[in-house]
């Protein structure tokens, strides 16, 4: 196809969208088989597209239920957000630490944990440690190493085996009806169309749900952020610091680079800090709040940003780009001016590009609720069990207990065979402060790659899936489930 058909398609394509009128509506491209025939192509069972928090875990469990896979994902390395926004993954656990009586319990389990486990043993991660301070928010902090996060689930990937379509894009998608038969993809090798029997769209923005004509909106309810490390940084003077000015916010302690009882997350109190250091920082939306594995290093420091319309808009995006980096350098300035220990401190890393806490919401069977979160419902057909709230404690599940996930939260209205999984789901912004964070999303990956492998194998669609085969298979995989 020559590049003006595909902008045409493209275009007719925008044309129904769901899209805010401020946005360009062209939104990708969509094409029938008879459109594509003459690509080069590969047949598998299961897509999975993007290969961030979620679709890692959807591309591995989905190849361990046998079928398959492949992940396409354009950056080089997996794991998306997570290795580039958060600070600590919310939650492997429920909220018991400020009900008393309640009984500490791991509502994640599988995969999940098998991540954990792996970084544990190559220094990666100091495990789940219990909060010391504000343990009403969340009662463990699990903090990574981010690079080692990459390295050890592209291995999981590998030996799962995995057919991995890195520094590849998915750029459009081939339909039958309401069927997707195929997805287009771009790299360094060409264009080439991937068939497949089910589909996954983790890549955070939807933009596989898009292509295959899902209803969607597009909130531009969050910041843009670009999160930062520091290395060099004397943590013993900073700590001293904030103890000394009453200062010191969220704390936990865990092991790491063979010391016992080393800072893994570290929160201050700006009330009591340097006014024009706080002034500063909140001109700059940089958030002080962090997580670390590593001696006199901050592994996550968060500079935000407000998009003027959408995260879907190009030239802002780019504007953001270019006055995040520059705020990020006036930040370090801030720092090393105003804060014992940073004197000789660095920017060690940034992201490749901003990230957000969601862009595109797309539209499926049921829509979770906050109530139902906070009301710690539970669903006939939950695929997994989840108890943190972002929004603590303001909102919480009910008594530190957890909720259900509903399969039906992420298949997609109106196309048969794909699931939205991730930061994409779950419409109202409250509740989507607890759906969207790491943990959940990769809860997710595993339920929705099980299901995709199940409906590929027995050659159905989503909503034909047995809820009791997937039970099974997911309790087999250690999935949590009452
Ligand atoms: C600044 C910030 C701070 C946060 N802090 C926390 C925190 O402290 N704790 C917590 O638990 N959660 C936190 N969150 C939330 C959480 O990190 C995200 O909601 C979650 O990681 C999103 O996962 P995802 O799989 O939906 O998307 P991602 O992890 O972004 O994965 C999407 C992947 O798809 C790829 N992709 C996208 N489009 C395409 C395409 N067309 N073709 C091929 N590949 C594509 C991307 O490269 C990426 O790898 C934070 C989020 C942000 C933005």
Same mark, same amino acid.
């Given at each position: 196809?020559?590049?003006? %058909? ?71 390395? !997996? ?6 926004? *958060?600070?600590?993954? %919310? ?10 009586? #309640? ?18 043993? #190559?220094?990666?991660?100091?495990? $789940? ?19 080692? &996060? ?6 999981? +990937?590998?030996?799962?085996?995995? &057919? ?18 195929? #997805? ?15 589909? #996954?769209?983790?890549? *955070?923005?939807?933009?596989?749900? @898009? ?61 009591? /800090?340097? !006014? ?17 594995? %590593? ?63 969601? @862009? ?16 710690? +419902? $539970? ?9 943190? %709230? ?41 509740? $989507?402060?607890? !759906? ?37 298979? /997911? ?8």
């Amino acid at each position: 196809m020559d590049r003006r %058909h595909f902008l045409k398609s493209s275009l007719v394509l925008g044309a129904g969208m769901a899209v805010s009128p401020l946005l360009p509506s062209c939104v990708g491209g969509t094409y029938a088989a008879n459109e594509v025939s003459e690509l080069p192509s590969m047949r598998f069972d299961v897509i999975v597209a993007g290969g961030g928090t979620a679709g890692v875990l959807a591309a591995i469990a989905a190849a361990r239920t046998g079928a398959k896979t492949a992940l396409i994902e354009w950056k080089g390395y !997996t794991g998306g957000i997570i290795t580039e926004g *958060g600070t600590a993954l %919310h939650s492997f656990f429920n909220i018991w630490k400020p009900y008393p009586g #309640v009984a500490k319990k791991q509502l994640v389990k599988g995969i999940p944990q098998e991540i954990i486990d792996r970084l544990i043993k #190559v220094g990666g991660c100091a495990g $789940h440690v219990e909060m010391e301070t504000s343990y009403d928010y969340d009662s463990v902090c699990t903090a990574i190493d981010t690079e080692m &996060y990459k390295l050890v689930t592209m291995q999981m +990937i590998r030996e799962a085996g995995v &057919y991995m379509a890195l520094n590849t894009m998915l750029c459009g998608a081939v339909m039958a009806g309401e069927r997707i038969e195929g #997805v287009i993809v771009e790299s360094r090798a060409g264009r080439e169309v991937l068939y497949a029997k089910s589909f #996954v769209d983790s890549t *955070g923005y939807g933009d596989l749900c @898009a292509y295959a004509g899902a209803r969607f909106t597009v909130p531009n309810d969050y910041k843009v952020a670009n999160s930062m490390g520091i290395a060099n940084v004397d943590m013993n003077r900073y700590y001293d610091f904030l103890k000394d000015n009453n200062a010191l916010g969220q704390i936990a302690r865990g092991s790491y680079d063979g010391l016992d009882s080393q800072l893994v997350r570290l929160g201050t109190n700006n009330k009591n /800090l340097p !006014t024009e250091f706080v002034k500063g920082l909140k001109d700059l939306s940089v958030a002080t709040i962090t997580t670390t594995v %590593h001696k006199d290093y901050l592994m996550f420091i968060k500079c935000g940003y407000d998009l003027p319309t959408s995260p879907l808009n190009r030239d802002e995006v780019s504007d953001a780009e270019v006055q995040i980096r520059i705020n990020q350098q006036k930040a370090i300035e801030l720092y090393r001016k105003y804060i014992p220990g940073f004197e000789k401190a660095f920017i060690s890393r940034t992201n490749p590009s901003l990230c957000i806490r969601r @862009a595109r919401c797309i539209e499926c069977d049921y829509d979770l609720s906050n109530e139902d979160i906070t009301n710690a +419902i $539970h669903f006939d057909d939950e695929v997994f069990l989840y108890g943190f %709230h972002d929004s603590a404690p303001k909102y919480s599940v009910k008594n530190g207990g957890a909720y259900g996930f509903p399969y039906r939260c992420s298949c997609v209205k109106n196309v048969d065979n794909l699931y939205a999984i991730g930061m994409m789901v779950t419409s109202e912004h409250s509740a $989507h402060m607890s !759906t969207r964070n790491t943990v959940s999303c990769m809860a997710q990956g595993q339920a929705f790659g099980t299901a995709a492998a199940l409906c590929a194998l027995k050659g159905i669609g989503s909503r034909e899936l047995v809820y009791t085969d997937l039970r099974e298979q /997911l309790i087999a995989g250690g999935v949590y489930l009452e």
